[in-house]
């Protein structure tokens, strides 16, 4: 479909917030979707199926009904929208339940730098530790630990992900799930420890 002129991100946005219009986030959805869904899947590849992922889209599309006049028509929908599907994949992945969506739980209006990966440089000491935890779970870890370390570092750490989603996908009992999860975090932090050990110890003798 051809873009004629005023049928801009912004004005659909606009209709949606204005007349209720469900053509206008029709086509926001035809435009916008399909690279928000790509987005996702490679982000989440190790976390989440793809029903989910679409599960976070329809999510996101229901926020955009709810919430379109928290937009800001002077920066651009599609990172906007973008980052209220990332939110639905991670509450997803944390296994929160559908909410009402007459209130989102960011203001997607608050100023945020157009690159959602923009984050605080991390200390010397925290990217260490980070590259450390990386280097475990790729090279040390194999089969389903290793998909649940992943899965809980998407969610946002230990033990973040949910345990009946990590059941379901990978057909494990909830006993061997929270069984592999212990001895997976017990093993990651003993290893770091000695790591840091022997860098520390290194350190000392130049």
Not at 61 to 73: E, I, V, Y
Not at 113 to 125: K, L, T, V
Not at 171 to 191: D, L
């Amino acid at each position: 479909m051809g873009d004629t002129p005023g049928d801009d991100d912004a004005t659909l946005v606009r209709r949606i917030a204005e007349e209720r219009d469900e053509r206008a986030l029709a086509e926001l959805l035809e435009r916008h979707a399909p690279k928000v869904t790509g987005d996702l899947r490679h982000r989440f590849r190790h976390q989440l199926q793809h029903p989910d992922i679409d599960e976070a889209v329809n999510r996101a599309a229901m926020k955009l009904w709810k919430n379109a006049h928290r937009f800001n028509g002077a920066k651009p929908f599609g990172p906007w929208f973008l980052r209220i599907a990332l939110r639905a994949a991670l509450d997803i992945l944390k296994g929160e339940k559908r909410k009402p969506t007459s209130e989102l739980e960011f203001d997607p209006a608050d100023p945020e730098p157009d690159n959602i990966d923009d984050e605080p440089e991390p200390s010397p000491r925290t990217a260490w530790y980070m590259e450390q935890l990386e280097r475990i779970i790729e090279y040390e870890l194999k089969g389903f630990s290793q998909a649940l370390a992943r899965a809980d570092m998407a969610a946002g750490g230990p033990g973040a992900a949910d345990t009946q989603l990590l059941m379901r996908q990978y057909n494990k009992s909830k006993n061997v799930v929270q069984a592999t999860r212990s001895k997976v975090w017990k093993k990651i932090r003993e290893t770091i420890l000695e790591r840091e050990a022997l860098r520390d110890h290194a350190k000392g003798n130049q």
